[in-house]
């Protein structure tokens, strides 16, 4: 009888919140161990490139730009591109803040030199949409943040002797088109090579594959990324050409004076 009513008590505090319960799963604790090694991933506190971008539409008909790209790390990371090829959207500049302190929204900058104006761009509103008209969003460019993610592991894949986790991933401020990605994460240097991108009927929305992994003056990253969009039937191809780590990278290049007169050397 006593035990009977100690078991009541103990229902009772937990249902009214006097008490709480760890209902955290292996496989979630797991998913947080890996969500926190690729966090960790070294990737410079500066970088410059040079990329292509390759769109290609439903009828195999490929698109060919050029773009300059330039990224700093710090209290804010700031990330300034402008597109250096063909000569139709020469120029067309692209500015972001991104602060790490919760309940603050990015600052998005968007330069079009045929009208000679820069748009600023709500950073909540935009993080859905489609970048330039690629296949990535501008979530799919972000990096993941710890507190907008859940990671759940789900097991270990053996490809060709190389060996990933697996794990499921769901946006957790529910501001997300997609309602899980499934993520295949390389065991040795902790990047994310392939992710499976579901939309909010559970069907296959979008698929991501990086290649071309390298170690470039100990940075570890992938020089392609072929994402595929299967309900638009278009694809959208990123190669990084030309980087650079860790290199001197001035202040004065994350301005909108700086993005709007074109500025990167």
Known sequence: MKKYILVLAVFVMVSMGFVTINNETEAEKKGKEIFEKV?????????????????????????????????????????????????????????????????????????????????????????????????????????????????????????????????????????????????????SNHLIIETQYFDKRGELMKSAIASGIKEINGFWTALETHMINHQKNHQTILKTENIEFDIEIDDHFFTVMALENGVID
Do not use: C
């Open 39 to 187: 966090l960790a991933v070294n990737d410079g506190n500066t970088r410059k490139s040079s990329m292509t971008i390759i769109k290609i539409n439903r009828r195999g008909k490929k698109r060919v730009e050029k773009i300059v790209n330039l990224v700093k790390e710090g209290e804010v990371e700031k990330t300034l591109f402008f597109t250096t090829y063909p000569a139709d959207v020469r120029g067309v500049g692209f500015l972001s803040f991104d602060y790490h302190e919760d309940g603050k929204d990015d600052d998005r900058w968007l330069y079009l030199p045929a009208t000679k104006k820069t748009r600023r761009i709500s950073s909540a509103a935009s993080r859905n949409e489609y970048f330039l008209g690629t296949d990535f969003t501008y979530r799919d460019a972000e990096k993941p943040e710890a507190d907008e993610e859940k990671w759940i592991y789900v097991k270990d894949v053996n490809k060709e002797g190389v060996y990933y986790w697996e794990v499921e991933r769901y946006i957790t401020d529910g501001e997300s088109n997609y309602s899980k990605m499934v993520s295949l994460i390389d065991q």
